[in-house]
């Protein structure tokens, strides 16, 4: 791994992130973000719309960490259903998608605006829950068979932090042989390049853009390496008390360690030093299983993206078929999702 490819000499860091969707990517800038998704005949679908202002949390350091983190897992978890919405919609209507019967049940019940957010919030509830037991409760609980073998509170600790990055290792493996999560890895390989690309000051195309490395500073996979990496930290303060009060103490310091890990990881993404470099490289080397090399065509939609959201602040937002520049050619708006 080349870091020179990856902390570009002479480059200028931009504020504009991004997301990987299903056969998309969603970029977000200053003002506003685009969700930019390729559909089954090959054209972009593209929503753009102006971003939730946040309130003065937001920038307060340590906090805005937990603000930002709650606010991304709701937003992603939003946009990635507003991108299977896209595919669904224009599905071709013999390959149709069946509507499961919880889904249907909800609609039903509360109409599909209501429903649709309701699903959004059940997946963030559920995503949170599945998170903090498989990677914060199960390390714990786990390591509570070694206390046979040692009873020193570091190494029991360590010994945790090392099945929960294990866990965490297993879990994106097994995922990333699903197609479908290989096509969103290879989307997130495109966001990285195209973001590199930009910060580097070249022309936004494809050929240009396919020179860098899909590895990011900024990345959230190195935030996920950040949190896992200080929970250790701070949870060896703490000794190894029963395991009751070890599953309490953990979930009480999961906003101090979201807290901490955003701050080192805004930190990563300005500076370029070696201290930076040395503590970004388990993140980077993480992201090498949560990207692939994209192709030419998920190039177009991260640019096109990216295009969208560097625009004039006058500009309408809009909802349509889009050209590989982010401008709009037919407008076609998604009935469900349209909070994404």
């Excluded at 980077?284 to 190039?299: F, S, V």
Aim: aromatic content about 10%; overall charge negative; hydrophobic content about 45%.
């Amino acid at each position: 791994m080349d870091l020179s490819k990856i902390f570009l000499k002479d480059a200028c860091p931009t504020s504009i992130g991004g997301q990987a969707v299903m056969e998309g990517i969603m970029m977000r800038g200053v003002e506003r973000s685009a969700v930019a998704v390729r559909i089954p005949d090959g054209r972009i679908h593209m929503k753009t719309y102006a971003n939730k202002k946040l309130g003065k949390w937001s920038k307060v350091p340590l906090i805005r960490g937990v603000v930002s983190f709650v606010t991304s897992l709701v937003q992603g978890t939003g946009t990635l259903m507003y991108s299977a919405d896209v595919l669904e919609e224009y599905w071709p209507e013999e390959e149709g998608l069946e509507e499961d019967k919880f889904e249907a049940w909800l609609n039903n019940k509360f109409g599909e605006k209501k429903a649709w957010n309701l699903m959004v919030y059940l997946s963030v509830v559920f995503a949170i829950a599945f998170s903090i037991g498989v990677f914060i409760l199960l390390p714990t609980a786990i390591v509570d068979l070694a206390e046979h073998v040692t009873k020193n509170a570091v190494a029991l600790n360590l010994i945790e932090g090392i099945v929960r990055i294990v866990l965490f290792v297993i879990y994106v493996v097994l995922i990333s042989k699903m197609e479908d999560i290989k096509r969103v890895f290879q989307y997130h390989g495109a966001e990285h390049k195209t973001i590199h690309c930009f910060e580097k000051g070249l022309e936004l195309t494809p050929e240009n853009a396919q020179e860098y490395y899909t590895l990011h500073p900024r990345c959230g996979t190195s935030f996920l390496v950040f949190v896992m990496v200080i929970s250790l930290v701070l949870f060896s303060l703490l000794g190894w008390p029963n395991l009751f009060w070890r599953i309490t103490s953990r979930l009480l310091l999961i906003p101090v360690v979201a807290g901490l890990s955003y701050e080192v990881l805004r930190w990563a993404g300005r500076s370029d030093n070696w201290l930076v470099k040395t503590l970004s490289i388990p993140g980077l080397y993480m992201q090498k299983l949560t990207t692939r090399e994209p192709e030419t065509d998920q190039l177009e939609v991260a640019i096109a993206a990216m295009k969208a959201v560097m625009v004039p602040a006058e500009t309408p937002y809009f909802e349509g078929i889009c050209d590989l520049e982010g401008n709009l050619v037919e407008e076609h708006k998604i009935e469900r999702g349209k909070d994404a």
